[in-house]
């Protein structure tokens, strides 16, 4: 069962079809939403959620704002059913982690980019050993926020809202797979604030220092006000560097003196979104198989918490102006 058909609800029922499920049903409030669902996924689809739970559905897809995601992930587990959701800010996440203990269930925080092709190539490069040991790294991610989705006003839209702002949610998603490529985070500082004026009442830049476990010690500059859209990652190297753009992988080597790109074959894409839905697919897919025991789960709820403990301490250190120890 898909909780939430909005525009994310949609592209995981696109992608559990892509993958040749057929026994999806979905739960929504909004008339207008489901009657869309209905018409373009041929899918039945429910206005009451206790009404939806009686289909007795092996899993949740939560892909609702993040504001309830934990209330129906909680909801899962009281009824055992498996649940995979989408980024959460919520304090009531280590609550949840605790509901959790002992259950035998998967229990799946998304971690989208761990699935990118170009994302797993950083991944090979840092492990072959071939550039030695990372040393240090800046990473930008910035879109304009009206550009998220140009249908819908921001005022309306959980991301200009201050609970749940776009910063929030794309620190937890951005640091879910940083810490999975550079290590667990040690120690933070941030500077955040509004800075543009922009019609909503959130920060919306977030300029950050992070040091990794693994000692590597580098930027991280978070926005929402950037007119061109950017994921750009650099890490510097013993023996070389490794600069990666959204698609794409340009590697220097110190030892050969020149560079070698790698691009991502992928395929599966969507009107109004410049991110391509392949590695939501293979997200979607990795959590099935966790269901049906065929893999364990790669990304943890406890995993999930933390991100969000090191986006308190990141607000904190802002707020106090000091540095911190996550």
Known sequence: MVVGLGSMGKRRVRNLQHLGYKNIIGFE????????????YKIKTFGDFESALAEKPDALIISTPPDFHIQYA???????????????VDERI??????CKGKK??????????FKQSIRKVKELLGG???????????????????????????SFYVGKKKTGACREMFCFETGWLTWLLGKVTDISCMKGKFSNLEADIDDVYAMIYKFDSKVVGTFLLDVVSRVPYRTLKIFCEEGVIIWELDKVSVYSAKDKKWVEYSD???LGQKAYWIKDDMYVEEMRHFVAAVEGKEKYSYSLEEERDNYLLLLKAEESSDKGKHLKS
Request: net charge negative; glycine share 4%; charged share 30%.
């Open 29 to 40: 409030p909004r008339e207008e939403r489901r009657k869309e669902v209905e018409a373009e």
């Open 74 to 88: 909680t909801d899962a587990v009281k009824h055992n059913i498996h649940f995979f959701m989408e980024v959460t």
């Open 94 to 99: 280590d609550d949840l982690v605790k509901l």
């Open 105 to 114: 269930i998967v229990a799946a925080p998304s971690s989208t980019f761990r």
């Open 129 to 155: 050993g071939t550039l030695g040991k990372p040393i240090s790294f800046n990473y930008h991610m910035g879109q304009y926020l009206p550009d998220w989705h140009p249908w819908e006003n921001i005022k």
């Open 265 to 267: 074959s992928e395929k």
